[in-house]
């Protein structure tokens, strides 16, 4: 059965029904001396759908600046990606969901994983990265010496992207309706994960277009705090 194309909006979806405290602050102080021997900017969040480029910009963020880089699916990773050969849950979660379950599953496991994501902030300096850190969920109340960015890039582009790094030509027609799924919660999620760093003032960055993977420090500097 093809998955219906139907994605749920951040305007209408929230945290706090899936977990109550999803947006209660962690308690951090401006006058943390571990803080402020790294300057104005000790915390960098990347965002993003997937294949947008996060961990390569955090990659290179890491190595330039000698900073530890934290990947939200090392936290906590939702269930499965059906690629290069799915389990049988996965496959089946893939092929049974319209869309619009799959991708409000996965709001609800970003939910859910707020307090851990929290307690890696606590770490300074860091920098976090991963389709976890979603706008709505942390940029309302960010720490503390703490920049968030958005990466995203336009639909054929991310398409193009999961194919070719899922061998996608290569699968059987069943492993193909798995992964376009996929794609599709994907580009679900590209269009939230906008609209979201739209409505919370988080700057948005194309992959594709703009040399995003390049950005630095200073960058984030400017960014809005």
């Not at 890491?62 to 939200?72: F, M, N, R």
């Amino acid at each position: 059965m093809r998955p219906r194309r139907w994605c749920i909006s951040t305007t209408t979806w929230t945290a706090t029904r899936f977990w109550p405290d999803a947006r209660v602050p962690v308690k951090e102080s401006d006058e943390d001396p571990q803080h402020s021997a790294f300057g104005p900017v000790s915390a960098l969040l990347i965002t993003g759908t997937s294949h947008t480029g996060k961990s390569t910009l955090a990659a290179r963020l890491g190595a330039t600046l000698g900073w530890p880089v934290v990947s939200t699916d090392a936290l906590a990773r939702h269930p499965g990606r059906p690629r290069p050969i799915p389990r049988p849950h996965v496959a089946e979660m893939y092929e049974r969901l319209s869309v619009e379950t799959l991708h409000t599953l996965l709001l609800h496991h970003h939910a859910n994983m707020v307090p851990v994501v929290r307690q890696a902030l606590r770490q300074r300096p860091v920098i976090l990265e991963g389709n976890a850190l979603r706008p709505e969920l942390y940029a309302p109340d960010l720490a503390p010496g703490a920049r968030m960015a958005c990466l995203t890039a336009p639909d054929d582009v991310l398409r193009a992207r999961i194919r070719a790094s899922s061998d996608w030509a290569t699968r059987t027609p069943r492993h193909k309706a798995q992964i376009d799924a996929f794609i599709a919660r994907s580009l679900c999620d590209n269009a939230a994960l906008a609209s979201s760093a739209q409505r919370y003032t988080v700057t948005v960055f194309d992959t594709a277009s703009d040399g995003s993977l390049d950005l630095t420090l200073p960058d984030f500097h400017a960014l809005q705090p």
